[in-house]
């Protein structure tokens, strides 16, 4: 079992800047590669990043590639979530999730989810 806890949303402006964190606890966290979804009101849940268990390899929705990036720290058990120029349709709940299987972007292939944190882009 993998407990994921995310901080660090918030209300940001168009154009700024947020870091989200994931932080986990349980099992040991780098054997898992992470990813962050994303969900807006009246909207699918969405994939936007994901990253392998080593940090080697990145994964990014075309949305959102070139503004936002992902990194871990498995020393700390961390994830972040990096996004910059943001954009009011970046505005949704964001979820960090785990899995044992390696980059995915699909989220029926993750295992672990934590409660979310709301990012709000007011224009």
């Known amino acids: 079992q993998v407990q994921l806890v995310e901080s660090g949303g918030g209300l940001v402006q168009a154009g700024g800047s947020l870091r989200l964190s994931c932080a986990a606890s349980?099992?040991?966290?780098?054997?898992?590669?992470m990813g962050w979804f994303r969900q807006a009101p009246g909207k699918e849940r969405e994939f936007v990043a994901a990253?392998?268990?080593?940090?080697?390899?990145?994964y990014y929705a075309e949305s959102v590639k070139g503004r936002f990036t992902i990194s871990r720290d498995n020393a700390k058990n961390v994830v972040y979530l990096q996004m910059s120029s943001l954009k009011s349709e970046d505005t949704a709940v964001y979820y960090c999730?785990?899995?044992?299987?390696?980059?995915?972007?699909?989220?029926?292939?993750?295992?672990?989810w934590g409660q979310g944190t709301q990012v709000t882009v007011s224009s």
């Open positions: 999730a785990g899995n044992l299987h390696g980059v995915k972007a699909r989220s029926y292939e993750y295992d672990y």
């Open positions: 349980g099992r040991t966290f780098s054997n898992y590669a």
């Open positions: 990253i392998s268990w080593s940090g080697a390899m990145t």
